[in-house]
């Protein structure tokens, strides 16, 4: 028989029942935490209890952080609008980039890129600081000693058994940073999730997938809260917000003017 066009070893029905990673889904019902549950999505097995506690903490760690991110902006925009909830979540996920949730990712291939290779540290950072290159998860606009974040995800992979390899190589890079650079460049909180999901044995392609996941609930929280305390169309600038940067008023060519 030809193979079939569409493939996949995440779930199935039989005999009408939903089975998930081989596991019929009723039976993780009630038995599995949402984290769980994700983990065996995402990884194909159940987690450890170690692994589920991780998990639990990093999608915690990123579920919110103030309206001021791009992805609230755009959630809150487009429900004023005038579009309904799910519209304003997907407007929000669409906001994720390189400067938003993107460098998780980023820094996940860098460190696994990095421990993979063998290359002094030294000279990996060289690399970066004499090209100009931003070293992905390091450096944050307001934390400049240190980022809470980290400290708190470090301190618990360290009690559940994940800081491994990847975790030393991101401590490394701090380190070296600050050697070469005079200047402390923090290990940011997408640095430390990077670090530790590295060491959890995670792909680096699934690095935006950790924050979609985690941070969703933030912007349902935003979308909703935007239809119920804000009217449509509050979400304007006025006068004073912006600057106009274009020519001055003219005339349209007479050649131009038709009516
Ligand atoms: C987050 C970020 C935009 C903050 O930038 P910033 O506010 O300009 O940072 P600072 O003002 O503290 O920068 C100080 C210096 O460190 C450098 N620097 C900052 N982050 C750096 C990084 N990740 N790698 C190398 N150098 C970095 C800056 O270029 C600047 O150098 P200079 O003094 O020679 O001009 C930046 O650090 C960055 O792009 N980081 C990588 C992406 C990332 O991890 N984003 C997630 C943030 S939670």
């Known amino acids: 028989m030809a193979d079939k066009k569409w493939k996949t070893a995440i779930s199935t029905h039989v005999n009408h029942e939903p089975y998930v990673r081989g596991y019929r889904l009723l039976d993780l019902v009630g038995n599995l935490t949402f984290s769980e549950a994700i983990y065996l999505l995402l990884k ?15 999608f915690v760690s990123v579920i919110e952080h103030s309206i001021a991110p791009p992805s609230v902006i755009a959630t809150r925009a487009v429900i004023s609008g005038g579009n309904s909830l799910n519209v304003g979540v997907g407007a929000g996920v669409l906001a994720f980039g390189s400067a938003h949730g993107g460098a998780l990712e980023d820094a996940m291939k860098f460190m696994q890129e990095g421990v993979k290779s063998n290359r002094p540290v030294e000279e990996i950072v060289k690399e970066y600081l004499s090209q100009k290159k931003p070293i992905p998860g390091y450096g944050h606009r307001y934390y400049k000693e240190f980022d809470p974040r980290t400290k708190r995800l470090f301190e618990l992979a360290e009690k559940y058994g994940f800081c491994k390899e990847h975790c030393e190589f991101a401590k490394k890079v701090e380190e070296e940073i600050y050697k070469q650079k005079g200047k402390r460049i923090v290990l940011n909180v997408d640095g430390a999730i990077a670090a530790i999901t590295s060491d959890m044995g995670f792909d680096w392609r699934l690095g935006k997938g950790f924050f979609i996941i985690g941070r969703v609930p933030g912007l349902v929280a935003h979308a909703y809260e935007e239809l119920t305390q804000e009217k449509p169309f509050s979400k304007r600038l006025s006068e004073e917000e912006y600057e106009y940067t274009g020519v001055e008023p003219r005339e349209l060519p007479p050649e131009r003017k038709k009516v």
Request: glycine share 6%; no cysteine; aromatic share 0%.
């Open 44 to 58: 194909g097995e159940l987690p450890s209890e170690a692994e589920a506690k991780m998990m639990d903490a990093i």
